[in-house]
């Protein structure tokens, strides 16, 4: 290790020791106690779900602390996403027929450069989202795929409504939760990942404004005002019900190479 992540990992854990001594501190925490944690983290660590527990408490405030001011705000990638999404001409990103309870929409939005407000074209936004039983495809790529951007930065998909689901119910997360009182469900949303030129530029979720779940998504600070979306539902002539979500996206400039 170089001198200079030895003394970056030397000054965390430090200040990571000395936060946590002021919780011992004030609660009051007993030997006890701490040989409880120390329990349940070795079970978790086993279990390998570690790190999803440092990304629910920890990882959007590592996001909010890199990112700039500017722009649409990013958010976890998460555990299911998967690279090699097929190029969806049409933009429709089912691949089976949705089923009787799914509600069909349409998605769409334009890709802005934050700074002039220009259209960015050619833009490609890799799409990934539950179904309308809370579940992803693991298997293959329905309601997985990517769309570019036209001229004017517009790009149109058509999808379902995702829902809400739950996870961790059955791992030492979801224990720890529940024990803490808290729900163990995501509040549905869309993932999407924005490349221009071949450069990832920004990597979100926003999230269906009619889901139950916004103020309990168990992902601290996940949802904030900006990222939640709410439907359109408009009758056409012949009476046809039509759902649709608009979504616009604003990148911030590209960070600057470092030299050397």
Same mark, same amino acid.
């Given at each position: 290790?170089?001198?200079?992540? *030895? ?5 965390? $854990?430090?200040? @990571?020791?000395?936060? !946590? #001594?002021? +919780? =011992? &501190? ?102 990934? *989202? ?5 579940? $992803?495809?693991? @298997?293959?790529?329905? !309601? #997985?795929? +990517? =769309? &570019? ?112």
């Amino acid at each position: 290790m170089e001198a200079k992540d *030895q003394e970056r990992l030397k000054f965390a $854990y430090t200040r @990571s020791v000395e936060a !946590l #001594r002021d +919780v =011992v &501190r004030e609660l009051q925490i007993t030997e006890k106690e701490l040989h409880l944690a120390g329990g349940f983290f070795n079970g978790l660590g086993a279990s390998g779900f570690f790190p999803s527990l440092l990304d629910i408490a920890f990882a959007m405030t590592s996001i909010d602390a890199g990112r700039r001011q500017s722009g649409t705000r990013p958010n976890l990638e998460g555990p299911f996403y998967k690279p090699g999404a097929p190029l969806r001409e049409d933009g429709v990103l089912f691949e089976r027929p949705p089923g009787p309870t799914a509600e069909v929409c349409t998605l769409e939005g334009r890709v802005t450069d934050v700074e002039t407000g220009e259209p960015i074209a050619g833009a490609e936004i890799d799409l990934w *989202q539950a179904d309308e039983n809370g579940e $992803y495809d693991h @298997s293959g790529f329905n !309601l #997985r795929g +990517v =769309v &570019r951007t036209g001229p004017d930065g517009h790009y149109l998909v058509t999808t379902v409504l995702p829902f809400d689901y739950p996870q961790h119910q059955d791992d030492p997360i979801g224990e720890l939760l529940e024990a803490m009182g808290v729900e163990v469900y995501r509040a549905a949303h869309i993932h999407l990942k924005v490349r221009v030129a071949g450069q990832e530029r920004l990597t979100t979720q926003f999230f269906m404004a009619e889901s139950p779940h916004l103020a309990s998504d168990y992902v601290v600070g996940a949802v904030t005002p900006d990222l939640v979306i709410p439907k359109q539902v408009t009758v056409d002539g012949d009476g046809r019900r039509q759902t649709s979500i608009s979504f616009d996206i604003a990148l911030s400039p590209q960070p600057a190479p470092v030299a050397g």
